[in-house]
């Protein structure tokens, strides 16, 4: 079974727009980031431990498409705005003349 923690998915999500807007440096196109919508099948775990956390693991595809019985799986969709440090927008470049704040 290939599964990912959901708060990993979503940290390598955050990494690659920290590449992407370093890509973007210095371009004279760039992309104004206003909603990250994230879709995933995932199924919840309960820890038995003293904490009885509950866990969010996200299926990749292969898994999804049937190696898993779909009974387990729930549709989770995620909708976020993404900020910088401090509050501003995020653009996927930076030049001369930007609306919003400069993201690193």
């Keep these: 079974m290939a599964k990912i ?3 990993e998915m979503v940290e390598q999500l955050r990494s690659e727009l920290r ?3 370093a890509a973007g ?4 196109l ?11 099948q ?18 990749t595809e292969a898994a999804a498409e ?5 009974a387990n799986l729930q549709k989770v969709i995620v909708r ?7 509050g501003g927008k995020v653009l996927l470049s930076r030049g001369r003349g930007s609306r919003g704040s400069k993201t690193s």
């Design 5 to 7: 923690a959901l708060a």
């Design 19 to 21: 590449e992407a807007v």
């Design 25 to 28: 440096e210095g371009r004279d």
């Design 30 to 40: 760039r992309f104004d980031v206003e909603e990250i919508t994230i879709e995933a």
């Design 42 to 59: 995932v199924e919840v775990t309960k820890e038995v431990t003293t904490t009885g956390k509950v866990k969010f693991w996200v299926f």
């Design 66 to 70: 049937g190696k898993l019985g779909s």
């Design 80 to 86: 976020m705005r993404p900020q910088d440090a401090k």
